[in-house]
């Protein structure tokens, strides 16, 4: 069974860079893509962007020029950087397997405050 | 950008009821849609993938149609545990773009 696991700081100060990290296990990292999407509280769900195992990229443009997505094929990983951080950046963070999204892992809240 | 749209926002329904949702793409997505569960604190859940393809594990009364612009999901008969909030989800093009929601409440 596939299963996604997120990492990294709950709390981010504004104009800092988030940085998650997504471990997958049960499964091999090399292959399919690999999603990270958002929840700000009480809202629905953003799509941030992807990977692909070959290390392909595609970013939402609403945050394609603050976000960049990478990975970690020795450590079956991969991990998200969004810079210049806002409150309106405040949500719970998602990784999941695929354009389709059919693995999710349990979310990482992040608060942007001082 | 393709907008998805839902409908109702909300419903409220009770045990054992025949449950509809409606997904609108603003163009053409062929069956290019996804549907998600998502309970109050928790990850959504993939119910169903290309429109009509239920995913391993889910139970069959859940189903998925359509194809182009318009698709619903079904619950053919509602349990105490799907009371829950459901998305729809393009990957047609992107970015990939989720639906605002459907929110299914217990009358």
């Given at each position: 069974?596939?299963?996604?696991?997120?990492?990294?700081?709950?709390?981010?100060?504004?104009?800092?860079?988030?940085?998650?990290?997504?471990?997958?296990?049960?499964?091999?990292?090399?292959?399919?893509?690999?999603?990270?999407?958002?929840?700000?509280?009480?809202?629905?769900?953003?799509?941030?962007?992807?990977?692909?195992?070959?290390?392909?990229?595609?970013?939402?443009?609403?945050?394609?020029?603050?976000?960049?997505?990478?990975?970690?094929?020795?450590?079956?990983?991969?991990?998200?950087?969004?810079?210049?951080?806002?409150?309106?950046?405040t949500?719970?963070?998602?990784?999941?397997?695929?354009?389709?999204?059919?693995?999710?892992g349990?979310?990482?809240?992040?608060?942007?405050?001082? | 950008?393709?907008?998805?749209?839902?409908?109702?926002?909300s419903?409220?329904?009770?045990?054992g009821?025949?449950?509809?949702?409606?997904?609108?793409?603003?163009?053409?997505?062929?069956?290019?849609?996804?549907?998600?569960?998502?309970?109050?604190?928790?990850?959504?859940?993939?119910?169903?993938?290309?429109?009509?393809?239920?995913?391993?594990?889910?139970?069959?009364?859940?189903?998925?149609?359509?194809?182009?612009?318009d698709?619903?999901?079904?619950?053919?008969?509602l349990?105490?545990?799907?009371?829950?909030?459901?998305?729809?989800?393009?990957?047609?093009?992107?970015?990939?773009?989720?639906?605002?929601?459907?929110?299914?409440?217990?009358k």
């Amino acid at each position: 069974q596939v299963q996604l696991q997120e990492s990294g700081p709950g709390l981010v100060k504004p104009s800092e860079t988030l940085s998650l990290t997504c471990t997958v296990s049960g499964g091999s990292i090399r292959s399919y893509y690999w999603s990270w999407i958002r929840q700000p509280p009480g809202k629905g769900l953003e799509w941030i962007g992807f990977i692909y195992y070959s290390g392909s990229t595609n970013y939402n443009p609403s945050l394609k020029s603050r976000v960049s997505i990478s990975l970690d094929t020795s450590k079956n990983q991969f991990s998200l950087k969004l810079s210049s951080m806002t409150a309106a950046d405040t949500a719970v963070y998602y990784c999941a397997r695929g354009v389709a999204q059919d693995y999710w892992g349990q979310g990482a809240l992040v608060t942007v405050s001082s | 950008d393709i907008q998805m749209t839902q409908s109702p926002s909300s419903l409220s329904a009770s045990v054992g009821d025949r449950v509809t949702i409606t997904c609108r793409a603003s163009q053409g997505i062929s069956n290019y849609l996804a549907w998600f569960q998502q309970k109050p604190g928790k990850a959504p859940k993939s119910l169903i993938y290309a429109a009509s393809s239920l995913q391993s594990g889910v139970p069959s009364k859940f189903s998925g149609s359509g194809s182009g612009t318009d698709f619903t999901l079904t619950i053919s008969s509602l349990q105490p545990e799907d009371f829950a909030t459901y998305y729809c989800q393009q990957y047609y093009s992107y970015p990939l773009t989720f639906g605002p929601g459907t929110k299914v409440h217990i009358k």
